[in-house]
């Protein structure tokens, strides 16, 4: 069965309580990118620009749907932009025989930190069988046969929906309105040089260990270098759960909450530019 909506209850009410005291600033666009060194398609999404997000951004809703040839495998999923999993598949429905529908669902809300920092954003990646390029592939697009009239021939829902809440910019409700670059995902083309590489940053702050049980050890990597750096920690709905300055190069800190799924990020104090964010899995036995 398909959804657009897969978060917790108690997300789904944050979400909408903020969604009905506040007003639309921006667009959310998606596409399909190839990115031949790492034989893999990235989605991808960007903002519009009206506004600059901030980054404390909860992620309320997501889901994206791949059209492919029929047979198409899709292999290797991995989540960069929240936790995504392969939710739901229509294969050859009537409106549409030569194509199989797969969607892409958000399994649990987290913050996000990287929306708008380097123009777009990876959500996830998927490969197929080795050396297999389709004739075709493409996200889903609101004139599609399968959907453009409701119900479908399966009563299923498969489309795009993206739907954030920026609590770093007033509570902005960020909503996904189409698709950008269709000609990116041709596995055959020779211009295309995008790779998970162009994503890479120099890591300057281990964060350790990881699952952790009480304690957390966050670590300069070049211990001589200096910087303002302000340590925050976020559950997964988004609530701060600790805020304190890094006033040493190696510092570690007691969480006493329960098990639990947490993010943390490492900003410059003074600037405010993320320096470091990442995932971490609280287990209060081994």
């Not at 791949?66 to 198409?72: D, K, L, N, S």
Request: aromatic share 10%.
């Amino acid at each position: 069965m398909f959804t657009r909506r897969v978060i917790s209850v108690g997300t789904s009410f944050l979400f909408l309580s903020i969604l009905l005291t506040t007003t639309l600033q921006a667009q959310l666009y998606t596409k399909l990118q190839w990115m031949p060194e790492d034989n893999l398609w990235g989605v991808f999404v960007k903002t519009d620009s009206t506004v600059q997000p901030s980054q404390n951004i909860l992620l309320g809703s997501g889901q994206v749907t791949v059209v492919a040839p029929t047979g198409f495998v899709i292999e290797n999923m991995t989540s960069y932009m929240g936790a995504w999993s392969q939710n739901a598949r229509a294969n050859q429905p009537i409106e549409n025989t030569e194509k199989d529908y797969i969607s892409f669902g958000i399994r649990i809300s987290e913050p996000i930190t990287e929306l708008g920092r380097f123009g777009e954003t990876l959500i996830l990646t998927f490969s197929t069988t080795a050396d297999a390029c389709p004739s075709s592939l493409y996200l889903i697009e609101d004139d599609d046969p399968f959907v453009s009239e409701s119900p479908n021939s399966l009563n299923t829902n498969p489309g795009n929906d993206l739907q954030m809440v920026d609590l770093g910019n007033a509570g902005s409700i960020y909503r996904y309105m189409g698709n950008y670059d269709l000609d990116s995902w041709d596995c055959r083309s020779t211009n295309i040089t995008t790779s998970l590489k162009d994503f890479d940053r120099p890591q300057l702050i281990k964060v350790f260990p990881n699952p952790f049980r009480e304690e957390l050890v966050f670590e300069l990597v070049d211990r001589s270098q200096r910087m303002d750096l302000q340590i925050e920690l976020h559950d997964n709905i988004g609530r701060t759960i600790l805020t304190q300055p890094m006033t040493d190069s190696r510092m570690t800190i007691n969480v006493a909450e329960g098990d639990a799924l947490y993010f943390y990020k490492i900003t410059n104090a003074k600037t405010k530019q993320l320096i470091d964010s990442g995932k971490l899995i609280k287990r209060s036995t081994k």
